[in-house]
Structure formats: C-alpha cells, structure tokens
C-alpha cells in the first residue's frame, strides 16, 4: 500500500517510510550525543595532600604520615570516579627503626604502594553557602599490602574555586590486609593492628587531563 508524502506529491511503499522515519530519528540521537560530547566533564589533579595514621603500641602512640601522593578524579561530585596512591616507603613515624620495621612489615618491595580506586560517591548531607560542603560515603577499593577489600570512606568535600578539598578519616585493622610483624623482642613490643586513618586532599581543576582519565577509567 502507498501513501502521498505531504505536500510533496510524491507517493513513498509503507517500507519507505519506515525507513525514512528511522533514519531521521538516528540523525536526531547523533545530534544530540554530538551536543553531550562537546561539553567538558570537570576533572582535577591532586594538588597537596597529606595522608597520615594514628599507631597504638606498647611502647605509646605514635603518628605516621606523609605528602608524597598522587591523585586525580574526573566528574563532579555526584558522578565523580577517580583514585590516589602513595608510595609505602614515604610513611615517616619520626623514629628511625620504627620506620624500618613499618617497611619491613608493608614489604614494600613488593608492594611499594597503597591505593584507593573511587567507584561512586553517595551524598548524605549537604550545607549551604558560603560554608557549603558534602558529607558523604566514597565508595570503592582499597588496596594495601597486596590486598584489595572493598570499602565505604565517610569523607567531607568543599568546593573553593577551581579547588576540591576532600578529607576523610577511617579506622583500619591492619590483618584485614594481611600485614604482620607486629610484635617485636619475644612480644614485649607490640604495635595494636588496628589504626585510625586521616586524609586531607585537594584536588585543582585540569581539564588537559581528561583525555588521559578516560583511557584509564
């Protein structure tokens, strides 16, 4: 069966204008993933960070920490995927066999680095400007130690110009990662292997970077 085309004069087989109309749809989906492509999905670098713990021994508390890290993310906070890692060996206690044994223990010639790998962010809470900061859960995985446990990190994130500050703070038992030599001289010097964990991040706008995120996403 045929049927005129409107206003053209032309008569078009029922196959024909199927045909037609799914083309013209597939030329409107084009155009419209075009227009999406062409707007820039925010992404950032690590700028300055500080990753640091709190250790509980026998002997009496201590602090490890360090600023040697490495980061970048790429979304806005709702959508935003991303990682950070720092190299083991930087951990610094201010105790020099302290630290040679915290080594020891991370082997870190084998596994020279931690690393966190953001999947999706889950907003709890919000508050207004100009103090205005998310409280949320990042969730992904966490690798230490040769280990990779899934994980959800409370954190709060603040946008300050072109800058996201991130900072989180976590309990960690250290043989969920199978880490040990915890216990030195026949046992009288221990270290407890649960910890409390503290990140501070901030991350500056890049988009030059978002060609290279999204080959490693």
Known sequence: M?????????YFPRRARGALLVMAASALVARRAVAQSATPTPSAVLRSGTLSFDGHATVGDFVGSTTTISGAFTGDVAGARGWVEARVATLQTKNDHRDR????????????????????VETRSTTLPPDGHADVLLHGSLTIHGVKRDVALPAIVARDGDTTHVTSTFPLDLEDYRIGGLTKMLGMLRMKPKIEVHVDLRFVDDSSLLPHLRGTS
């Open 101 to 120: 044994d915290l080594r020891g223990s991370m082997e870190v010639a084998k596994y020279p680095t931690l690393r966190f790998d953001l999947e999706r």
């Open 2 to 10: 045929r049927k005129k085309l409107l206003g053209s004069g032309l």
